[in-house]
């Protein structure tokens, strides 16, 4: 089955700079690669998606890169902003679509 | 658009007992998930429904975990009995079923099993 590491686990910057999150996936038949936010107790929300026919995705402050050939997909923040605080957990799509495998999330900090 | 609801939001039981969580999807999404998520971790599946069909319950502990979804659309997941290491929070999603492959979660059911 696939399998989605990411890195790092925890993430820490300054208000305004950009923060990025990377993650890797083995089954090279994945095509579709979700980003969700969860904040503490609450629902995980789906913020930014790519699927494999687009190399890059923006979506004002937040942008997604797929490398299909080395099997990885980052999520990039500009702007930090303190809401920006989150967990954040990449997944990709094995099994048709429908199954989601999930990272193990990454905890971002933006300090004031 | 009314998003996924579940119910209860919260429950403790003592290890042993049986406990439900309920689901009630987007309107219109005929794939309907059930994922557990544990402390500091991603979300796994545990299973997916196509309208009233189980399609993918590879990840589902049947010697005591359990699931209905009649007539298509609300779901019920059981634990029946309950063991400490179930504490989690049980999380529903939706999607369309077809392209595109978006799930939309619900809030969850944050289980404590003592």
């Known amino acids: 089955g696939e399998n989605v590491e990411q890195h790092p686990s925890t993430l820490s910057v300054q208000e305004g700079d950009s923060a990025v999150i990377k993650c890797t996936y083995s089954d090279s038949a994945s095509n579709y690669f979700p980003w969700y936010k969860q904040e503490l107790g609450k629902r995980p929300q789906l913020i930014i998606d790519?699927?494999?026919?687009?190399g890059e995705k923006k979506d004002q402050r937040i942008a997604v890169t797929l490398n299909k050939t080395a099997k990885h997909f980052s999520l990039h923040i500009t702007e930090t902003q303190p809401e920006d605080s989150a967990v954040y957990f990449c997944?990709?799509?094995?099994?048709?679509?429908?199954?989601?495998?999930f990272g193990a999330g990454t905890t971002v900090t933006v300090r004031a | 658009e009314a998003g996924v609801v579940q119910s209860p939001r919260y429950k403790i039981i003592e290890k042993k007992q049986p406990v439900a969580f309920w689901c009630n999807p987007i309107s219109g999404h005929n794939t309907l998930y059930w994922y557990r998520q544990n402390l500091g971790q991603g979300p796994e599946l545990l299973i997916r429904y196509e309208n009233e069909e189980a399609v993918d319950d590879s990840q589902l502990p049947k010697d005591r975990f359990s699931a209905e979804r009649l007539k298509g659309v609300d779901s019920t997941l059981k634990i029946q009995p309950a063991e400490l290491g179930d504490s989690a929070v049980y999380l529903c999603?939706?999607?369309?079923?077809?392209?595109?492959?978006?799930?939309?979660f619900g809030p969850g059911t944050r289980l404590t099993v003592t």
């Open positions: 997944a990709a799509t094995s099994g048709g679509g429908y199954k989601l495998s």
């Open positions: 999603a939706s999607s369309t079923g077809g392209e595109p492959y978006e799930q939309y």
């Open positions: 790519i699927r494999s026919n687009v």
